[in-house]
């Protein structure tokens, strides 16, 4: 089978990293991909949001698959144009990414599905917000309503921050603060069968801590070892299968990754978000651990057979991947900078550890960084300890000027291993 994927990010790489090891592909595209992608996957330079260039591409390269990564050709409903010209599409249609597309869009359908969420209010005034904030009391939680890249939340216990993030913002979702920790659990689905994968955790924060301010991801780890064993089951039973089967009501059917980002309340498991797409980073140590060819398994949600699927396989390995970003991510990030040490993480580090790219272009003989996010070191191991120093090692090795990332992602985790 021939493969095109659309988008630019690690978890781009990481999902061309994992069609490139299926024995299924025979040919691996991307658009417009990255200095790292184009190690495994042929690059072509087309706009991601232009669905009929997309769709011109993919029929000209005879793919039988593509697959959409990000939300943003998603809510600009690329899939759908795609679908249109007969191409089996791994992504939701425009309407089915309005679960991610619009905060208080996905608040109603999970009203409708009785699915647990924080209470929440959609304000569009200044009164309106101001009474929000004083009915759910600090800390504060503020969401502008449309695709803001994970940067669009503000939590705080500032009241005059609160009210000034809502300013900026056209229509905001103001809810209830959820205590207790993050998990991020991803299903494929084809709109009715719902195939959960493994869960992840995600780092939000720019700094060690969880202290600075919210970003699109500093770092991920996979398994879970502190979560309840049923976590996926119950997650299953109250969340994906009745959000699938009410977008399916609706006759907006949702195929493609829904990803469900969780509470862990002491009151219970509660939604924070939908996405319409696999996280970045989390997609990084999901598809580490994966051990079932993954191109059959995008086919199959986008052609309606994943009820037909074996059950996925899993390895037993942990892993753990750690975001180098650039200097003054995530507000407005410095480019350009070259970066070293990739070859030696390959010579050094591999199998186990590797790099996947985020913002990277190829500059002649040299890899430069190209935006916020740059690398996804990503590493296994037998444990999460074992898989996070392996992280750090080949982190160790990058050489970006100015760049940033987070020492302790999964480190607590990994204390909880035993390890
Ligand atoms: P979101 O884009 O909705 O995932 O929000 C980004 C981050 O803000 C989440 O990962 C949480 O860390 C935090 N957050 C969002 N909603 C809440 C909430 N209701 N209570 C506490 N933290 C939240
Ligand atoms: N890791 C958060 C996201 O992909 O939105």
Redesign the pocket.
């Given at each position: 089978m021939k493969v095109l994927v659309i988008g630019s990010g690690a978890r781009e790489h990481a999902l061309c990293r994992s069609l490139s090891l299926d024995p299924d592909v025979t040919e691996l595209h991307c658009a417009p991909g990255n200095a790292g992608v184009a190690e495994v996957a042929q690059l072509h330079q087309v706009d991601a949001l232009d669905g009929k260039a997309v769709a011109a591409l993919a029929t000209e390269l005879g793919v039988g698959l593509v697959v959409v990564g990000p939300e943003a050709p998603l809510v600009a409903g690329v899939a759908d144009v795609v679908r249109e010209a007969g191409i089996p599409v791994f992504g939701p249609s425009r309407e089915a990414a309005q679960l991610e597309g619009s905060k208080a869009f996905a608040k109603d359908v999970m009203a409708a599905a009785g699915v647990p969420t924080?209470r929440s209010y959609v304000c569009t005034t200044a009164d309106e917000v101001e009474e929000a904030l004083d009915a759910f009391g600090a800390p504060y939680?503020v969401?502008d309503d449309g695709l803001a890249a994970?940067k669009?939340?503000v939590?705080t216990d500032d009241l005059e921050a609160a009210k000034a993030h809502a300013a900026d913002c056209e229509r905001v979702v103001i809810?209830?603060?959820?205590d207790g920790p993050?998990v991020s659990l991803f299903a494929v689905t084809d709109g009715e069968t719902v195939l959960p994968l493994q869960p992840a955790q995600d780092f939000?924060r720019a700094l060690d801590g969880d202290e600075g301010p919210?970003t699109g991801g500093m770092g991920a780890y996979s398994p879970l070892p502190w979560a309840q064993p049923k976590l996926v089951e119950d997650v299953l039973e109250s969340v994906l299968q009745p959000t699938v089967d009410e977008m399916r009501r609706r006759g907006t059917p949702f195929s493609g990754l829904l990803y469900a980002?969780l509470?862990i309340t002491s009151r219970g498991v509660r939604v924070?978000?939908f996405n319409a797409r696999f996280g970045d980073p989390e997609t990084q140590v999901v598809l580490a651990r994966l051990r079932t060819p993954l191109a059959g398994v995008l086919l199959a949600a986008a052609n309606g057979t994943l009820a037909d699927l074996e059950p996925l396989r899993w390895s037993e390995d942990a892993a753990v991947t750690v975001v180098v970003a650039s200097h003054n991510y995530p507000s407005t990030p410095r480019t350009g900078d070259p970066i070293t040490g990739l070859a030696e993480v390959a010579s050094e580090d591999a199998p186990h550890a590797y790099v996947l790219h985020a913002g990277t272009r190829q500059e002649g003989d040299a890899v430069v960084s190209a935006g916020g996010r740059v690398l996804s070191v990503t590493a296994t191991g037998a444990d999460l300890a074992e898989a996070r120093r392996r992280a750090y090692t080949a982190v160790g090795r990058i050489g970006l000027e100015g760049s940033r990332h987070r020492t302790d992602i999964a480190a607590r985790a990994a204390g909880a291993d035993g390890a």
């Open positions: 924080a939680v969401k994970g669009g939340v939590v809810e209830e603060y959820l993050e939000k919210n980002g509470a924070i978000e």
